[in-house]
């Protein structure tokens, strides 16, 4: 059976970018080393005092809560609790209903509890599963370059579907069928080169819930995929990455079957029983490859994407289906790493399948270059263009009127500048930048074009020793549509001092912004914070006010004002 799925995922094999596996774990050569047994965490107790005039209270005029946060450690694995108390919610959670560990010795890993193990993209890609198992990656220290993985447990856990409430948000007014799944891997290889075989299956218990009647759209599915990975560098240059894929997706178990003597589903139902084949079942593919070529003053990336319009994994979360993309990117480092150029080029299209009324068309540019002028000064500046275009696809849908047919251009520019010592440390930034959409319809030009200016200049002085912070910021927006013209502008003031040895720490911060609606004023808002906490070893006391003003003069917004003082002791052990 693996064999036969195998055997169609490599009649469609095209390169892919090869991913790198990554979980939580633990190695136990260093469990010997770790205490036996710790507890270290945080409790803490507030209250905050509201109060609002010119709109209704968002909050209680008073309010109090505890909360903590403690973790458990045993031999060097945590186990976190939190625990929450208020007047509004009593609530005490701890890891054991979603806990997970990975341990590893040299070459071998176990996977137990809930885990998101990655085998590709396309296969096993680190949905959250229940379960266990392991992996063996050898390479070359023992069993030669043997690389083995399994994986199973259950993915979803039952919902049934709620009927009795008339809350559409509610979220188990939408079922959830109970899903298990299992993967396994097999190849030979070192992390610089390697080769993977991969297969996925999935499948929903139609059994675990009542069939939906409300959210008939919610419908149990079967799924099998098989992938083949591919990493390989050669003379420490070129670098060539596979991960391509062929998934049997049946979408729904309710679905009627097929006849026998259909051709169109003989492909699938030479697959055998691996997944059950019914009237809404496919055979779809992806691939993604990249072969990139590094040389003295830089390296060359060629990218290619291709996925199937309904192409679907049940251990993965989501694709970008429907997709052709091709990608060129160069990168250069010149006199002497002071000046780095970089680049990328690319086309993309939709309707893979030629079944929608109109293809898309997408290209894709950006050119970004930086100078580091001296060790203080350094200056970037980038472009990006992006195009998009709609041709007729089939039937007799596709309208020129509505058709779209944009290109988006940006432009930026960054000056940074800092000065440092062993007492003090002084920086300016500026950043600009203009965006333009231009819209190449001429039936929608006038309704779509969105033009914006912005800029931000910053400023920060710091004393190390006496850890004092002092920042100043401007900001400016001007964003121009068919219908209005917004402008807001403001500055941005906060500071901060340490006294008595670093026990107090005092912070302000004050933020003011004008609006202006086509060229009129159109009010203002400010806002400040406050804050002191005082350290005594285990104890931090904190004190905070905050204050929010809006001034509106179109009436648009309403005049408002919000107080909120916060008082806060926490206490680490």
Known sequence: MLLRLGFIGCTFCFPGTGMVNESMAQDLEAVRKAEPFSIKGTLSAGMWLYSANGIASRRQPFSWYLTGAPVVSIYGITFPFTLTVSEQERRFAQPFNRYGVSPYYKWLTIHAGYRNVKFSDFTLAGVNMLGGGFEINSGGERYGKLRIGAMAGRINRAVAEDTTSGDPLRFNRYPVFKRTGYAFKIGVGTSSNYIDLLLFKGRDDTTSIARPVQNTSITPADNAVAGLKIHNTLFKKLTFDADVAASVFTSSLYARPIEKDNEDFAVLRSIGGLVEINASSGLYTAARGGLSYS?????????????????????????????????????????????????????????????????????????????????????????????????RGVGDLFNDTTAIHIVNNSYGFNAGYTDTNKQQMMSINLTTGYQDSNDQNRFTRDLTAVTSFYGYLSGMYMLLEKQTTLMVSLSYNDTKTPFQKIRTMGPVISASRSFFDKKLKASVNATYFLRQTNARADGSSLSGTASVAYSAGKHTFTIGENAFVNNSKTGLTPSFTEIRTNLLYSYTF
């Open 295 to 391: 040389f003295g003053i830089g390296n060359v990336t060629a990218q290619y994407e291709r996925i199937d319009q309904n192409f679907q994994s049940l251990g993965a979360f989501f694709f970008n289906n429907d997709n052709e993309q091709l990608t060129l990117s160069p990168t250069l480092s010149l006199l002497k790493s002071k000046l780095s150029v970089s680049g990328s080029y690319g086309v993309a299209r939709d309707n893979l399948n030629g079944k929608k009324y109109a293809t898309t068309l997408r290209t894709i540019g950006s050119a970004n270059i930086s100078y580091l002028v001296n060790t203080k000064l350094n200056l970037s500046a980038n472009i990006a263009n992006f195009g998009t275009n709609q041709s």
